[in-house]
């Protein structure tokens, strides 16, 4: 009787699962597994956890999800806690699995847990296939070697476009035969990781729930129950509200929804409803995350250093740890259109792709500080953290990434009065300015003191003293 483990990664699906699918038809019995790694909940040199409360509930509530797909399907999800190199050697000789399979990742600390993997699983004679299951285009399916992915994303998007298709879906296993001696196993709950249940807030955006069956909703509702998806391109910069972009970046960063079933359900929209801007824009978004994961593959460990993929030469920064990059982080630095967004990300583990574009400018460009702790911030605190798709951006927006322009600079003030004109996000999330009124509430700093006391408005007291006097600018370099 051939068993073969799968290890469950960021890949937390039933459908479109190379892996799983794979298994099931080869073996007579399958030993679906997930292993939470405590390193990835530890604190970070910055002094904040790897892992931050939003993100690790919906990372539980997308294992919990895993597992009810599974047991709907007659199997079982075996769940541990320890190193992934220790435990899937420990488990797989256990339970007499023949093989182990699994999806590749592209970034460091993920692959050198593959090698260590491998290296211990090969002393027990026991074979581990990867297969490659986190991308629009496969990688077997690029024009051109890795070594020569194109250092422009435009230069990529134009060639895969060209002369590469799409793979078919994998479909969902109708059943999953697993050891009948297969234990129960409980999924850890947020507490178990030292990090307190986070509390919602009423004024987020959605209520993110983790798991497979959630991400297909939202899904469903953005293209076929609202027709969301029509206007796309012109709503996708929004601030408020649930509906202005499709928010299916944390399912994606999971893996509870596969890219290839929202491309292919693109498509039938396209078929069934309009071929618009807007529709392709949702795959140019999906084509621009592939890039930076094959991004990764080609760069390997330059991704996380200062100079970034260029090897740019940069100078060091010290204002992690700092009084500096404390008022960042909490949202105090006095710029209300970066304190806004840095209060959501805080409160609810989201932030708009306009609000990361403009606070991570301002980290950068304006406080002179050390992008890498912006993003070790972002990487604790996103719902959609995604270790390529995090570190491109902000590779990107520190001059050191993928980009011909090296000057790229956002304007904060100016951003926040085209994109928050009449002051309903910053009044949204600071309260302490509602009275502002909508002209001077991106710069209450500009007010002369006593008229700022008459909106209730205090400098240092009611609201944080700026960390630099910010106006609009004209020649401001907009992003993609």
């Not at 996380?304 to 100078?315: L, S």
């Not at 994109?419 to 600071?430: C, N, R, S």
């Given at each position: 009787m051939r068993r073969i483990l799968v290890w469950f990664r960021s890949d937390l699906r039933i459908h479109d699962h190379e892996a799983l699918a794979t298994a099931v038809r080869k073996a007579d019995e399958v030993i679906p597994c997930y292993c939470f790694d405590p390193r990835q909940f530890a604190r970070t040199g910055y002094g904040f956890p790897k892992t931050g409360a939003f993100r690790t509930q919906f990372l539980v509530e997308s294992v919990e999800n895993l597992a009810a797909q599974i047991r709907r399907r007659g199997g079982k999800l075996l769940i541990a806690v320890g190193h992934p190199e220790e435990v899937i050697p420990r488990l797989a000789a256990e339970h007499r699995a023949e093989a182990v399979y699994a999806h590749k990742e592209a970034t460091d600390e993920e692959v050198r847990v593959e090698d260590a993997l491998e290296k211990q699983l090969w002393r027990q004679r026991i074979p581990i296939d990867y297969f490659w299951g986190h991308t629009l285009y496969h990688a077997d399916d690029l024009p051109f070697p890795l070594k020569n992915l194109p250092e422009i994303f435009t230069d990529f998007r134009k060639q895969t476009e060209r002369y590469v298709q799409v793979r078919a879906e994998f479909p969902a296993p109708e059943k999953i035969r697993v050891p009948a001696l297969l234990p129960d196993t409980p999924v850890p709950s947020v507490n178990d990781f030292g990090l307190p249940r986070p509390v919602p807030d009423e004024r987020a955006v959605l209520t993110f729930v983790g798991g497979e069956t959630e991400g297909l909703e939202r899904l469903k509702y953005y293209l076929w129950e609202t027709d969301l998806l029509r206007h796309y391109k012109e709503t996708r910069n929004g601030l408020l509200g649930g509906d202005f972009s499709s928010k299916l970046a944390p399912w994606l960063a999971t893996g509870c929804v596969s890219p290839r079933r929202i491309y292919q359900e693109v498509k039938r929209y396209e078929?069934?409803?309009?071929?618009?801007?807007?529709?392709?824009?949702?795959?140019?978004?999906?084509?621009?995350?592939?890039?930076?994961?094959?991004?990764?593959?080609?760069?390997?460990?330059?991704?996380?250093?200062?100079?970034?993929?260029?090897?740019?030469?940069?100078?060091?920064?010290?204002?992690?740890?700092?009084?500096?990059?404390?008022?960042?982080?909490?949202?105090?630095?006095?710029?209300?259109?970066?304190?806004?967004?840095?209060?959501?990300?805080?409160?609810?583990?989201?932030?708009?792709?306009?609000?990361?574009?403009?606070?991570?400018?301002?980290?950068?460009?304006?406080?002179?500080?050390?992008?890498?702790?912006?993003?070790?911030?972002?990487?604790?605190?996103?719902?959609?953290?995604?270790?390529?798709?995090?570190?491109?951006?902000?590779?990107?927006?520190?001059?050191?990434?993928?980009?011909?322009?090296?000057?790229?600079?956002?304007?904060?003030?100016?951003?926040?009065?085209?994109?928050?004109?009449?002051?309903?996000?910053?009044?949204?999330?600071?309260?302490?300015?509602?009275?502002?009124?909508?002209?001077h509430v991106h710069t209450p700093y500009l007010l002369p003191p006593d008229e700022l006391a008459g909106y209730g408005v205090r400098l240092g007291e009611d609201y944080s003293r700026p960390l630099v006097r910010l106006e609009p600018r004209k020649n401001e370099q907009m992003s993609k």
């Open positions: 078929r069934e409803r309009v071929k618009n801007d807007s529709t392709y824009w949702l795959v140019f978004e999906l084509l621009w995350r592939d890039y930076f994961r094959f991004v990764a593959r080609k760069h390997g460990n330059a991704l996380f250093k200062a100079g970034g993929i260029r090897n740019a030469a940069v100078q060091e920064s010290q204002l992690f740890g700092s009084e500096t990059f404390e008022r960042w982080r909490n949202g105090q630095t006095g710029v209300p259109f970066v304190d806004a967004n840095m209060v959501e990300l805080r409160q609810t583990g989201f932030m708009s792709n306009r609000g990361r574009q403009n606070v991570a400018s301002f980290l950068v460009k304006d406080l002179k500080a050390d992008w890498r702790a912006g993003a070790a911030w972002f990487e604790s605190q996103l719902l959609d953290y995604d270790p390529c798709s995090n570190y491109g951006n902000w590779n990107y927006v520190a001059g050191v990434g993928n980009d011909p322009r090296e000057d790229r600079y956002f304007n904060v003030v100016k951003q926040a009065h085209q994109y928050d004109p009449a002051g309903e996000y910053v009044k949204h999330w600071l309260p302490a300015l509602s009275r502002i009124p909508a002209p």
